[in-house]
Nanobody, 118 residues
Framework: QVQLVESGGGLVQPGGSLRLSCAAS????????MGWYRQAPGKQRELIAT???????NYADSVQGRFTISRENAKNTANMQMNSLKPEDTAVYYC????????????WGQGTQVTVSS
């Protein structure tokens, strides 16, 4: 089994920054992909950033240039630095991890609230 624990959410003013972390534990394979979704009230869950164990990253257009995803493979941890936050970034942020061959299995964190408001 795999467990994901997120941390770092909170309340921040527009233009501010937050750093989210996702720590994975359990049976973690060397090759995997981690990332973040977010879900705002009344909206669908949105994929915003991914990073492979090799370090390849992808971002949604809505966060490109403002958010940076990184990882520490030795600690099975993914981090997301969020800068220039906007009110529309307000959402619950969920970390995930995909691993497994031939069919990857997805594991989810519990979610952490990010609120951007003055």
């Amino acid at each position: 089994q795999v467990q994901l624990v997120e941390s770092g959410g909170g309340l921040v003013q527009p233009g501010g920054s937050l750093r989210l972390s996702c720590a994975a534990s359990g049976s973690i394979f060397n090759r995997n992909t981690m990332g973040w979704y977010r879900q705002a009230p009344g909206k669908q869950r949105e994929l915003i950033a991914t990073i492979t164990s090799g370090g390849t990253t992808n971002y949604a257009d809505s966060v490109q240039g403002r958010f940076t995803i990184s990882r520490e493979n030795a600690k099975n941890t993914a981090n997301m630095q969020m800068n220039s936050l906007k009110p529309e970034d307000t959402a619950v942020y969920y970390c995930y991890l995909d691993q497994g061959i031939p069919s990857a299995r997805r594991y989810w964190g519990q979610g952490t609230q990010v609120t951007v408001s003055s």
